[in-house]
């Protein structure tokens, strides 16, 4: 099989991270005779340096005739604390979303046996868990109507969400959960908000399309709650955008497992893949971070964008295997030796 | 003092919770040589089903005419799950909060040693944790305009901020740092929001009217990672709304004392105060809920709304030997003997 994939390295540890996806990609297509295509293109703060534009058009060409994305991280500390700035990275992340059409964000979050240790929460709270958010990524506040009125002393942003869009995004959400346990949380608030009652009333009536799935609806404040109570009672949730950009970074921390979290974000036509972990860029430059979490998202692509299941396979049990031996960076390592992110890079497609 | 308290009860366990409060503030006065004026007034689904109303004028009136309000719960599952009922207690919440001016919604979460074994969190990580939550409580999403366009197809909702209202939660914000460790952290999504945008720069602007106070400014996101990873690493923490809505519910669970919780909501002429927990249908009438968190909420309004810290001190001492001594609900008791509502508020009283 021929795989065209963009590659979009981005900021801080970002390149360095999708050298070993790269390279453990690259030794899986060896190994199951496909032939991988990369085309590399710029974003984020690399491309505000490089052309001006966090999400140049030539990079969504790039993107748009690639069969998927393969991303790192952007961001750059020197574009924080400054309300005033004209061009952010970020922007590019939210025009990039918009432009491909990427309005399912997926978010698992499990634990690794050899990991579960360095969990916040106790291990009997967080044993067993492996939950799935999806968010939706292309609509609501993030996009709606927002600026300012009174000379700037007001300010203001809309929600906003149409039925069309919460039915393609719940319909995602039950075929996920008939595919796992069949229990589905719509996550909202819709005892304040107009737009979480359409929510609500939509996937509603998406029930009785799928009797099997046990579905729940609960308030997105009680949800913030459970997830660190008891988040192995969570199979598949599916909630709004920023609702999912809170709930899922609070998920990700309860794991231990941070620094190996894949992301997948769908579109009709194309579809990205990224560590959820930032640019980190403390460490960029460094090869010390760590790149399992990109490593997973390619082993989510190959499932995912190309329906290689033997391929993804094989990526998650080298990363296992890693993880077992100890080859890991220094987040990991504790007392142990802690590996450069090129010599994981090395050691996984060495045992591919 | 002559102390005129409005007393709203509401639904649920609230009642029953409200009396034992009530008896240890009555005991307290005794000993202080204050006299107490209870007002008792119905809010809530008990409220609607009164005068088909959750916040009736009769009830408004009552509040404004106290000198602060002491509130048990409110809510009724009747009314959930149905996204078309059109009077809902909790709109009497909102209508409350609003008409009362309750702007600013003040959540500490803080550790019992002697309950720190009930956290989800490891020990390493909750201990010590003492933080506040000021949360803006009359405005942004909550309030704005909302509604439903294209034949009920699109809702939306509308998030909007003035600079006085930031300012105005702000400042107490930075009072409460100076009051405390100096440390102010101001929550907001300033890579997306207009609205939080305003937020940062008005907190800003205010910082050289602060000099002592680190102010530290972080997004919505990393805020609900770092409540789970090291919740002790706060102090104070201002936000808006429906942030504060979410993250004060996510820090509520992390001491393992979440029945113990007390809030205070600060208005410029009235105060309210409540238990954080809500109105628990399934224990109503059982005379099992955990009083602490609304005796403790009264604590709060000695010391809050009347300056009055030794009485606040004297309640807030009893709770504490109360719990050393094993003196607690079925929540707290373990494989040791429960105590009922009513005996715990006994015991509080006798000790007092
Ligand atoms: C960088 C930011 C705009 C983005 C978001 O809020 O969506 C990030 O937090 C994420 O979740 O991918
Ligand atoms: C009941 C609901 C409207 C309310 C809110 O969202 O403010 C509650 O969750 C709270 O935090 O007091």
Redesign the interface.
């Known amino acids: 099989m021929e795989l065209n994939i963009a590659l979009l390295a981005g900021d801080g540890i970002g390149p360095e991270v999708i050298d070993q996806a790269v390279k453990v990609c690259d030794a899986v297509a060896k190994k199951y005779d496909h032939k991988i295509n990369w085309t590399s293109a710029l974003t984020g703060a690399a491309a505000i340096d490089a052309v001006g534009e966090p999400y140049p058009n030539e990079t969504h060409e790039i993107c748009t005739n690639a069969d998927a994305v393969l991303f790192g991280a952007i961001g750059h500390p020197r574009f924080d604390?400054d309300?005033s700035a004209k061009v952010?990275p970020?922007q590019g992340l939210?025009k990039m979303r918009q432009k491909l059409g990427l309005f399912a964000n997926v978010r698992p979050t499990f634990t690794f046996p050899s990991l579960i240790d360095k969990s916040?929460?106790?291990q009997e709270?967080i044993e067993g868990t492996d939950l799935v958010f999806l968010r939706e990524l292309t609509s609501g506040?993030?996009f709606?109507k927002?600026?300012?009125e009174?000379n700037?002393?007001?300010?203001?942003?809309?929600?906003?969400?149409?039925?069309?869009e919460v039915k393609r995004l719940a319909k995602k959400g039950f075929e996920m959960a008939m595919a796992r346990n069949k229990k589905l949380c719509c996550v909202d608030?819709?005892?304040?908000?107009?737009?979480s009652?359409?929510w609500?009333?939509t996937v509603?009536a998406m029930e009785k399309d799928y009797p099997e799935v046990e579905v729940s609806?609960e308030f997105?404040?009680?949800v913030?709650?459970r997830?660190?109570?008891w988040p192995n009672s969570y199979d598949v949730l599916i909630t709004e955008n920023?609702?999912g950009?809170?709930?899922t970074?609070?998920a990700?921390?309860?794991s231990g497992s941070?620094g190996l979290m894949p992301s997948a974000s769908l579109g009709e036509k194309t579809s990205l893949f990224e560590p959820i972990h930032g640019s980190y860029p403390q460490a960029a430059g460094k090869d010390i971070a760590n790149p399992l979490a990109t490593v997973l998202s390619a082993a989510m692509m190959f499932e995912t964008a190309f329906g290689l299941q033997e391929e993804a396979q094989a990526i998650k049990n080298v990363v296992d295997k890693s993880l077992e031996e100890g080859i890991v960076t220094e987040d990991l390592a504790g007392d142990a030796k802690a590996y450069k992110t090129s010599e994981v890079g090395d050691w996984l497609v060495k045992h591919i």
């Open positions: 604390n309300p952010r970020e939210l916040p929460l106790k709270r506040i993030y709606g927002r600026g300012r009174d700037g002393e007001t300010a203001y942003d809309t929600c906003t969400y149409t039925r069309e608030k819709a005892n304040v908000l107009e737009s009652r359409l609500r009333e509603q609806y997105v404040d009680a913030a709650m997830l660190v109570q920023l609702f950009d809170i709930l970074d609070e990700s921390v309860i941070m």
